[in-house]
């Protein structure tokens, strides 16, 4: 066989000498074995050497053609039989390790069953040559089908008609190949239109896998909305319905415009160059851009940190516009092809909306092309129309074109524009529709030229465990939170939240907030005062009444108070719950803030929000609300609370039959704080508890718990509306009972979301964990709980305290980040104690560490809040010394410090 070398290949391989070596040889798996690698490194070279992409991936095709034809012509399969390249690889698309994907087409008089005579040569001589490419370092994907085989195939699967359009001859029987082709053709087998409906829908249904955004932080460059496979979708449907070969041959067909074509030929390059890199940096096939990557990849690519954003998040933002460049483009793209293909025998007339627009089949339509050129505000017209006509499915493709065209009149004069402005206040205060079309204004471009501060966080990640989304993505979905709030049907998921948006006299304020939130993120300093200043602007601009404006802006300025104050503080603390009181001045604040914070956290991550955050922010809430009713001039008193908690629990254990005496006996022996940090039911549940264990001997109530055992009193029980699972435990006071108990709960895979203690004056504790399972839920299992009672028992009752082994390890994403330990002290004088706030990488055990380091230094607990952010921790702990008194000694603090970073750095 003489093959035929292009010029270009000839610096990449000498084929030639190839293919002499080959002739001569015995077999032909270490010459080809030997050139596949050569042509592997050859190619990194290039790569490095900043080659052109398109060339490198074409390059790479046509090479790996001329190692098949040499393999296919030693095993002389070229007699009735035929070599095809689907797929990728049939359009002369090959990345370092993508499938090499194959049909080996025989005639039907070879029947691969039989193997007799002459065919069974061909059957062994087909085995060798499929082996052969897996042992020369080819990852194949192959079928071997006759003529008749791959039509009844395609007939019932789209994937497999796709591959087959995109098929081509690498060697072997011509004939073979076109009797294929010519039986693949829309009037044979899958008509233009039903083609192309089952590729919106499988593209939907792709969509839904990656939650319909591009925005995961792990995105996927092939599969996810904006990548590779949708450029593909529109040159499947393309081929099906013109012919066309190339997405290029589509601007004559005046389908695609000359600059659409060249962004979805500069979107895809740049996904092109991704995807080499990846493959390389991998070495092997992989498509998901995993933390793993992301920082060697932003490297490689030349990106570097600089103030605000790092070199990482620079790389990720540009990916993500340029996804979502490309996703916009497939939206209208496809919608033309339904028009064109789907909807074109449809006789229904176009319906007029108003002067400027029409619903057309279902779409809403500009009436002529020079409508936004004569009426620029019609850019927020139309998102208004959609809003207030639910019956319209969106807008028709030669409009999204229009709009995108028309993006740049929306400049300073049109935001000046008393028409502009009313309309996009109008858009916020519709009854349905504002999620739907602030996002479809985002695809647009619309909303980012509405708001230039706006266009500044599209794309924008922040690379953390804790953040799901990029920026503007976590912006549209708190605003659908808040949404969802004033939604009926909704309301059985955040019923406290439904019931004030019921209240909330106006909602387009909340929706406002929840755009300029975190609009100042990426520029430096602290996002939540740029935005405040940008809320401040735009609500002046649109001519909003003083105190709305200051409304809005206030609740982008202190958008994070209050979830930090409620995971950060001790809300039982009348002290804590005054001055955040004192800090949100009335009710109404009140209410946009809470129904702005549980929007914000639930649209972090799918993880993130739980019932216990939910629980803590119902209580502060109304916690809050009380003492706003009651007037700030009069705070409660810390003697007037124990009085009236003592009141409360006394009353109620009285109507449970329990002796007043014996009550008052056990309190007489607990310290004002204990009435202070736990609630009323807790004090009920514990008394009862105690008071039970020692019903049969009274005069033991002050004495230490069942000392001839020294078995503790352990209590469990899940509290669904405060958001987790209470441990009570009741024991002898030892300096090890935190490092021990929080080192058990994590080894049974627990997360501890606060622990309070007291120690009263007969030598005994009140240990209380609030627990949650590691994803988040109640521990309600009965035999669940046992487990978790007797381990602690067991581990409790030894005489020598000995860490637990770990029971999980980090996972593959926590492994990517690192946080520098921080420890702040902050001394509360008021209270006699101090305040320790320790950030460090969420490791499993943290909190037995830093109980081990409180140990050494002699530091008593008096009460822990957990707050975990993705990767990161941000805990608060209470602490004295060892005579109960508030730390104020820097030497003292330092000690404490050292410790905690060098038994927290030791888990790394």
Request: proline fraction near 3%; hydrophobic fraction near 40%.
């Amino acid at each position: 066989m003489q093959l035929v070398i292009p010029p270009s290949l000839e610096l990449l391989f000498d084929f030639s000498e190839l293919e002499a070596e080959l002739a001569e040889s015995k077999t032909p798996l270490l010459p080809l074995k030997k050139a596949v690698k050569s042509i592997y490194e050859k190619q990194i070279e290039q790569f490095q050497n900043k080659q052109n992409i398109v060339h490198l991936i074409k390059e790479r095709s046509q090479a790996i053609d001329i190692i098949l034809s040499m393999a296919w012509s030693y095993y002389n399969l070229g007699e009735n039989a035929a070599l095809l390249a689907v797929g990728g690889y049939g359009r002369g698309e090959l990345h370092p390790y993508s499938d090499v994907d194959l049909l080996l087409l025989h005639d039907a008089e070879h029947d691969l069953e039989d193997e007799s005579g002459a065919n069974k040569e061909f059957v062994d001589n087909l085995h060798f040559f499929i082996a052969l490419l897996w042992d020369i370092g080819l990852e194949i994907g192959h079928s071997v089908r006759t003529v008749d085989e791959c039509i009844k195939e395609a007939e019932n699967d789209i994937t497999i008609i796709s591959n087959l359009m995109e098929s081509r001859l690498i060697t072997g029987d011509k004939t073979l190949y076109e009797q294929l082709s010519s039986q693949l053709g829309p009037e044979n087998i899958w008509p233009t239109k039903d083609f192309t409906a089952a590729k919106i829908q499988e593209k939907n249904k792709r969509y839904l896998k990656f939650n319909e955004t591009a925005y995961n932080l792990e995105p996927n460059i092939k599969e996810g909305p904006g990548g590779l496979r949708d450029i593909q979708i529109i040159g499947w449907v393309a081929k099906r319905h013109f012919g066309v070969e190339s997405l290029k041959d589509l601007v004559g067909h005046n389908f695609l415009t000359l600059n659409e074509y060249e962004q979805l030929e500069q979107g895809q390059n740049f996904l092109w160059k991704i995807r080499f890199a990846l493959h390389v940096l991998c070495k092997r096939h992989e498509e998901r851009l995993l933390f793993d990557y992301q920082r060697e990849l932003a490297q490689q690519f030349g990106y570097t940190d600089c103030e605000g954003k790092l070199a990482v998040e620079s790389f990720m933002a540009d990916y993500y516009q340029n996804v979502m460049e490309l996703e916009r483009l497939n939206e209208m793209l496809l919608q033309y092809f339904q028009e064109v293909i789907i909807f074109s025998d449809s006789d229904a007339k176009p319906i007029k909306i108003n002067r400027r627009f029409i619903n057309y089949k279902g779409y809403i339509a500009a009436t002529n092309q020079s409508i936004f050129r004569n009426y620029p505000f019609a850019l927020l017209e139309i998102f208004l129309m959609l809003c207030q006509d639910p019956e319209l499915k969106g807008v028709r493709a030669s409009t999204i074109r229009l709009i995108r065209a028309h993006c740049y009149l929306i400049d300073d004069s049109f935001r000046k524009d008393l028409r502009c402005r009313t309309l996009f206040m109008e858009i916020l205060r519709q009854p349905f529709g504002i999620t739907h079309e602030m996002r479809r204004m985002n695809r647009y471009g619309v909303l980012a030229a509405y708001i230039p501060e706006f266009k500044q966080i599209v794309g924008q990640m922040q690379h953390d465990l804790y953040h799901a989304y990029t920026v503007d993505e976590h912006t549209l979905k708190v605003l659908r939170n808040a949404r969802r709030l004033f939604v009926p049907e909704h309301a059985h998921e955040l019923p406290l939240a439904s019931k004030v948006a019921h209240y909330l006299p106006k909602p387009e304020l909340l929706y406002l907030a929840a755009l300029f939130h975190d609009i100042g993120k990426g520029r430096g300093g602290r996002h939540e005062e740029l935005g405040a200043i940008d809320a401040e602007q735009f609500c002046q601009l649109h001519d909003l009444n003083l105190r709305d404006t200051r409304l809005v802006s206030w609740l982008v300025r202190n958008h994070l108070i209050m979830s930090m104050t409620a995971q950060r503080k001790d809300i039982n603390d009348p002290a804590v719950i005054h001055e955040f009181a004192l800090l949100v001045g009335e009710s109404q604040y009140l209410d946009y803030l809470y129904m702005l914070t549980v929007s914000d956290i639930r649209a972090t991550s799918p993880k993130v929000w739980n019932s216990w955050k939910d629980s803590l922010l119902t209580q502060l809430y109304n916690l809050t609300k009380i003492a706003l009713n009651k007037g700030l001039e009069n705070p409660l008193q810390h003697d007037e609370c124990i009085k009236d908690c003592k009141a409360i629990a006394l009353g109620k254990l009285l109507d449970n039959h329990y002796s007043q005496e014996n009550i008052t006996q056990l309190w007489s022996s607990l310290p004002k704080e204990y009435f202070i940090k736990f609630q009323v039911e807790e004090i009920i549940w514990q008394t009862e508890t105690i008071l039970d264990v020692y019903k049969q001997d009274p005069e033991r109530i002050l004495c230490t718990p069942d000392l001839t055992s020294k078995k503790p009193i352990i209590l469990i029980k899940p509290h669904e509306e405060r958001g987790g699972t209470e441990i009570f435990i009741y024991t002898l006071e030892v300096d090890h009972l935190f490092a021990m108990v929080t080192a058990t709960l994590s080894q049974l895979l627990l997360e501890v979301t606060e622990a309070k203690t007291v120690t009263s004056s007969n030598g005994c504790t009140y240990h209380t964990y609030f627990v949650l399972e590691g994803d988040g839920s109640i521990v309600t299992d009965n035999e669940r709980i046992e487990t978790i009672k007797q381990t602690l028992e067991e581990k409790l009752s030894q005489e020598k305290f000995a860490f637990p082994a770990l029971a999980h390890r980090l996972s593959r994403t926590e492994k990517q980040f690192s946080h520098k330990t921080t420890v702040h002290f902050d001394e509360d004088l008021e209270n006699n104690q101090t305040l320790m706030t320790i950030t460090a990488s969420n490791r499993p055990a943290l909190l037995s560490h830093i109980g081990q380091a409180l140990i050494e230094c002699h530091v008593h607990l008096d009460n822990a809040k957990i707050s975990t952010f993705g990767e990161k921790v941000e805990d608060v702990f209470i602490i004295r010394d060892e005579n109960k008194q508030i730390i104020t000694d820097i030497k003292k603090q330092e000690a404490i410090r050292r410790a905690i970073i060098r038994l927290v750095d030791e888990m790394e």
